[in-house]
């Protein structure tokens, strides 16, 4: 029945497809190469042009050598347009409602009267045009249901300073102001209840305001009907090939274009920056705890795609007592069994990216000697002392960054089984990072209730990102959100809170360790190079250093080692 409805909803409805067409707002300049590049082919380096020093982020962009070799007009081959495809308005709601609907009431939704889609930037707004006409709006359609919707004002905003770093971003933590979750979180709610009328029309109206070129609201509500589409055509089945369908992500661009989006992120971004510097700091940490002639050997179980490693090899070179005689890497690529893994955010990189040769290029410029072991389609499950080829001898230090979530957790439950996998290695330390959300798996919660907790995640990414690239349009920015947005749709996004985390992390053996005072000083320092709208706190409760944006939390990162009661 439920698929019937869903079949009678999409008939009205052309297939929402996004396909993405390129604008380059700047030319971008010729490069001057930093000796710290020469590990790299080109000249961009993995080394962020900050590291640790407090400087204002619009420093890096004054650096000359942060210009890649070549224009991204030349690196990408993807054609690209910036619209959902336009739903035919004629066919929209012709059924009546047997049951009386109760009106949409969004105090802060655009007016549907407004031009149609948002073509600009975040922060084209017309904003003489905004201060008028402020009274609410009544919007009738022909099942009788009625839309409340009033103008707001919209503040322009003076965007990064050097002085004050004022966001760019807009609403803030006022979840009034956040319109795309009030039609998407209802639509979802009428999909589960089969509401038919209700979905229809609040497809409609998502339609109208659907951007992907707008502020984080409209392109919120671009990437969520997409994702609602997809979800009515294909409601039971496991394949979301179709999801990612003509949209940037990861995999649908060339390695070089990948590999400088990606630096570029992590420079503009503490999203996953963060994360990453306090996973380096703390194998300083461990390593300082051990003697400095045993070799360091690192297990990577993350979504870094290689940018973390550099800034950590060129910190072991100022280490007292000089680097460890031998650094082991072993990077565990993910499994493309079944081809979930490719739609889970953040994991699998396009065909063809090994960033291997360069990093051994990079740690023997300065006199590292790198070891790089990459595990091609090894089941997490299957991990054990000899595939990793791990000694008693050296240091073993575990990085599990934003992968472990991807594992199921009740019947089986495979998280829980491969912590206790990890224990068996006996590593010095293991680094957790992780989204701190609740899951939205159909185990856990309804379609409703889940869908709504993965458009809470990605609207603080996109909110993030408008603040990171400054409201401007490009490629780069386009595949970052696409790729994020793969969480709307992603069965493999199966994330906890911290404190479930924290639990089972101790009931397979592992007791957490406090971070060290030089871990967060550095790691708040780097912070400050971002927007106030950023946010760490340290849990003395769990040990835990939380990442948090707007007065919301977004993930955490925690230090373990093995209980020695255990």
Request: net charge negative; charged share 20%; aromatic share 8%.
């Amino acid at each position: 029945m439920i698929k019937h409805q869903h079949q009678a909803i999409l008939s009205h409805y052309p297939s929402s497809s996004i396909c993405n067409t390129m604008t380059i707002d700047e030319p971008e300049p010729d490069p001057t190469f930093d000796p710290i590049s020469e590990w790299l082919a080109d000249p961009l380096s993995y080394i962020p042009s900050f590291l640790d020093e407090p400087y204002s982020l619009n420093d890096f962009y004054e650096e000359s050598w942060w210009s890649p070799s070549e224009s991204i007009n030349q690196e990408m081959h993807i054609n690209n347009n910036n619209s959902l495809t336009s739903f035919d308005t004629s066919l929209i709601v012709t059924h009546t409602s047997a049951t009386p609907l109760e009106p949409i009431i969004a105090s802060h939704l655009p007016p549907l009267d407004s031009p149609r889609k948002r073509k600009g930037n975040d922060s084209d707004y017309n904003f003489e045009a905004s201060r008028k006409n402020q009274n609410p709006r009544i919007y009738d359609t022909d099942d009788g249901e009625a839309i409340v919707v009033e103008r707001v004002t919209t503040r322009k905003t003076a965007g990064h300073k050097k002085a004050t770093h004022k966001s760019t971003g807009n609403n803030g933590n006022n979840r009034e102001g956040r319109w795309a979750e009030q039609l998407l979180n209802p639509c979802a709610a009428a999909i589960t209840a089969g509401n038919l009328n209700r979905v229809q029309h609040l497809f409609y109206v998502l339609q109208e305001l659907s951007s992907l070129n707008g502020d984080a609201n409209h392109r919120l509500a671009a990437r969520g009907l997409q994702a609602l589409t997809h979800y009515l055509s294909t409601p039971c089945s496991t394949s979301l090939i179709s999801a990612s369908a003509g949209i940037t992500t990861f995999t649908s661009t060339n390695p070089k274009f990948f590999k400088n989006s990606l630096i570029n992120f992590n420079d503009i971004s503490p999203w996953f920056r963060i994360p990453n510097s306090i996973a380096n700091s703390s194998i300083l940490q461990i390593l300082l705890k051990h003697d400095s002639s045993r070799n360091l050997h690192i297990l990577d179980i993350g979504v870094s795609h290689g940018v973390q490693w550099p800034t950590l090899l060129e910190e072991l070179t100022h280490r007292p007592g000089g680097p460890p005689p031998l650094v082991r890497l072993t990077v565990i690529t993910p499994t493309m069994e079944n081809d979930q893994q490719r739609h889970n955010p953040f994991v699998v990189g396009p065909g063809g990216y090994n960033f291997t040769v360069q990093l051994l290029a990079f740690a023997k410029e300065i006199n590292i000697n790198l070891q790089i072991n990459r595990l091609e389609n090894y089941p997490l499950q299957n991990l054990d002392s000899q595939l990793i080829n791990s000694s008693p001898d050296e240091i073993l230090v575990i990085c599990a960054q934003f992968r472990l979530h991807n594992l199921k957790h009740q019947n089986p439950d495979e998280r829980t089984e491969l912590l206790r996998i990890l224990k068996s290695l006996e590593p010095k330390g293991l680094v957790l990072s992780e989204n701190n959300m609740d899951c939205s798996c159909n185990s856990c919660s309804d379609f409703a209730t889940g869908f709504g907790r993965r458009v809470e995640y990605l609207w603080k990414f996109l909110d993030s990102t408008s603040v990171a690239y400054k409201g401007r349009e490009s490629e780069r920015r386009r595949m970052m959100e696409g790729e994020a947005a793969k969480a709307l749709t992603s069965m493999g996004e199966m994330n906890e809170r911290k404190e479930k985390w924290c639990k089972r992390m101790r009931t397979v053996g592992f007791a957490w360790e406090m971070f060290g005072a030089n871990v967060i000083d550095r790691a708040r320092a780097l912070l400050k190079k971002y927007d106030n709208n950023w946010e760490m706190r340290v849990d003395a409760q769990d040990g835990c250093v939380d990442l948090w944006w707007k007065g919301e939390p977004v993930s955490f990162c925690s230090l373990w080692k093995i209980d020695p009661t255990t």
